[in-house]
């Protein structure tokens, strides 16, 4: 079993904002593979299908972003996975431009909370990342108001882009062509202006 699991925050008030791009490539994913994420689990939502000829847990963890650590512990410990070859995490990123992937096989927090929850839940650095480009905060922004508001009309094209290109990588991942994905995906974009 592969864990794909998407980081965001539950309810229709978080729904579209950049803390929950996530959730968002989750659902592109479960569309494109026709997989109902509608099940609940360890404190997600969750649903099985296959990518790339691999069994895959699509998961969108309920308990709100900063214990994300919680649910993502559970499932790997249900499923009993190994941590540093199927699982995999996707969340939103402020030092990346606004779609823009970027693909880790370990690291630190960064200063994302869900990202520290996890770490803490599973006591190891050492797993995939899908980190999605969310654009770097106005000086004048907080940090929190940023990630929780939502994308202006003019970035929510280049948003639909970067998620389609997340389900593409996460086929790689799965199918365990993890360098590849990394050198397909990492390069920064070029848009025209």
Excluded: C, W
């Excluded at 512990?73 to 199927?86: A, H, N, S």
């Excluded at 996460?170 to 990492?186: H, P």
Aim: aromatic fraction near 8%.
């Amino acid at each position: 079993m592969f864990i794909i699991v998407g980081l965001g925050n539950p309810t229709a008030q978080y729904a579209g904002t950049r803390h929950n791009v996530g959730f968002d490539v989750i659902d592109r994913i479960a569309g494109e593979y026709n997989i109902s994420v509608e099940s609940r689990k360890n404190r997600a939502f969750v649903g099985t299908g296959v990518i790339a000829g691999r069994k895959v847990l699509l998961a969108k963890p309920q308990t709100f972003m900063n214990l994300s650590g919680e649910s993502v512990r559970g499932l790997v410990d249900f499923y009993k996975i190994d941590v540093e070859t199927e699982l995999l995490i996707i969340y939103d990123d402020v030092s990346l431009d606004v779609g823009q992937l970027r693909i880790r096989k370990k690291g630190s927090a960064g200063g994302h909370n869900g990202i520290k929850s996890i770490l803490a839940h599973l006591g190891t650095n050492v797993f995939l990342r899908l980190k999605v480009g969310v654009g770097e905060k106005p000086a004048q922004y907080d940090l929190a108001d940023y990630v929780l508001g939502r994308f202006p009309k003019e970035e929510r094209s280049v948003m639909e882009e970067g998620y389609q290109r997340g389900v593409h990588a996460v086929e790689l991942l799965v199918a365990g062509e993890t360098d590849r994905a990394m050198n397909e995906y990492n390069k920064k974009v070029k848009r025209e202006e």
